[in-house]
């Protein structure tokens, strides 16, 4: 039989309150530098589900402007 590779997509997205974007928070380069966002979510330590209760950023809507203060992930 022949081998296969999967693949494993990892996506951390929120909907802005105000205008309801979509915004998928990896692709910003401001909040994911280095990867901060990624080791807060899938830590090399500790369970992951622990990480997601503690998860925290902050950044503004790029549709809207809005504040918007991300608690946690939902999965």
């Known amino acids: ?3 296969i590779e999967a693949s494993l997509y990892i996506s951390i997205s929120v909907q802005c309150p ?3 974007k979509n915004i998928e928070l990896l ?5 994911n530098d280095d990867g901060w ?3 807060q979510a899938c830590p090399d330590e500790g369970p992951w589900s622990d990480a997601h209760e503690k998860f925290e950023c902050s950044t503004n809507c790029p549709e809207c402007g809005a504040k918007l203060n991300v608690k946690g992930i939902d999965w």
């Open 1 to 3: 039989m022949e081998k």
């Open 37 to 39: 966002l990624m080791r």
């Open 18 to 20: 105000e205008c309801y």
């Open 27 to 31: 692709t910003d380069t401001d909040l």
